[in-house]
Antibody, heavy 127, light 111 residues
């Protein structure tokens, strides 16, 4: 059974870089079958997709965060990581890592969804 | 880019049927498939519907999804409501660059 677990500092100072790691067990993140994604949720608010990485290292980022986000993969450690630079209070949220699945329908159109989620980790940006 | 708009909250009694809508602001709802997630308080989201209407493994057939091109919206319908269905529900689709977009979420209260 695939499990994901987020880890990293719970408190980050404004203007600094938020760094989180997601450790994957029960699956190989180096296998070309899934994407590995980050999603965040401010307290009492909705979900925001941050970005994804594929086993090849290819990445896609939310355009609203693209200039500040880096997602990387360490297949030897079965981990993938998130770095978000120049943080502010607006980046305070619960951060989830997830396995993202790509599917295609009968006409060849693709769709994407997260089928396994970590439990989330709270990051507060404050001095 | 487009937005997905959901009602902030809906409520219904146990045993009844409720429908949660997800309206796409621009472009056709049929352009890219819609997924639905359930998030119970204090828990991570779980997918209940993918590819507009496919139920995820283990999801009861009380949950169904559909799209309606005339209203440019997707819908999640839950029949035979149970108290354990009380949760936040999010719709999700993607844009032409495969970036994921979530709706704002709907809080379902089972009275």
């Amino acid at each position: 059974q695939v499990q994901l677990q987020e880890s990293g500092p719970g408190l980050v100072k404004p203007s600094q870089t938020l760094s989180l790691t997601c450790t994957v067990s029960g699956d190989s993140i180096g296998r070309n079958s899934y994407y590995w994604s980050w999603i965040r949720q401010p307290a009492g608010k909705g979900l925001e997709w941050i970005g994804r990485i594929y086993a090849t290292g290819n990445t896609n980022y939310n355009p609203s965060l693209k200039s500040r986000v880096t997602i990387s993969l360490d297949t030897s450690k079965t981990q993938f990581s998130l770095k978000l630079s120049s943080v502010s209070a607006a980046d305070t949220a619960v951060y989830f890592c997830a396995r993202e699945r790509e599917g295609s329908d009968w006409s060849g159109d693709y769709y994407y969804y997260m089928d396994v989620w970590g439990e989330g980790t709270t990051v507060t940006v404050s001095s | 880019n487009f937005m997905l708009t959901q009602p902030q909250s809906v409520s219904e009694s146990p045993g009844k049927t409720v429908t949660i809508s997800c309206t796409r602001s621009s472009g056709s709802i049929a352009s890219y498939h819609v997924q639905w997630y359930q998030q119970r308080p204090g828990s991570s989201p779980t997918v209940v519907i993918y590819e507009d209407h496919q139920r995820s493994s283990g999801v009861p057939d009380r949950f169904s999804g559909s799209i309606d091109s005339s209203s440019n919206s997707a819908s999640l319908t839950i029949s035979g409501l149970r108290t354990e269905d009380e949760a936040d529900y999010y719709c999700q689709s993607c844009d032409s660059n495969s970036n994921l977009i979530f709706g704002g979420g709907t809080k379902l209260t089972v009275l």
